[in-house]
């Protein structure tokens, strides 16, 4: 159940960071809005997870998926540069991630 949470937790991270962008450096309301309840609760999950993970492989894990996510929306949704270097990094984090969360301990 943990690791579930830290993988929810990570896709909402997607969500603050996509809509930190939206946001034009908080000038737009709805955005920053949602920045804020995506980063809370991201932020929420990630602590409730760590009540029973070591911290170390649940970061990574939480940032992985943050990261790649936001970078996969960014290519699908916002324009931004799709290269094969770029597709072959973020294949690179999500196989990173998903050594980190089968090799990741409960206590």
């Known amino acids: 159940m943990a690791w579930l949470l830290v993988v929810v937790a990570g896709i909402l991270e997607t969500g603050f960071a ?3 962008k939206l946001s ?3 000038t737009r309301l709805f955005p920053t809005i949602a920045f804020a ?3 809370l609760g991201s932020f929420g999950l990630l602590t409730l997870a760590l009540r029973k993970l070591d911290v170390g492989p649940a970061y990574a894990v939480w940032t992985g998926i943050g990261a790649a996510g936001t970078a996969i ?3 699908v949704f916002l324009g931004d ?4 270097l770029k597709i072959v ?3 690179l984090v999500i196989v990173g991630v998903v050594g980190l969360q089968l090799s990741g301990s409960a206590h």
Request: charged fraction near 0%.
């Open 73 to 75: 929306y960014g290519m």
């Open 37 to 39: 309840a995506f980063a």
């Open 24 to 26: 034009h450096g908080f």
């Open 81 to 84: 540069l799709v290269s094969t």
């Open 18 to 20: 996509v809509c930190l």
């Open 89 to 91: 990094s973020i294949t």
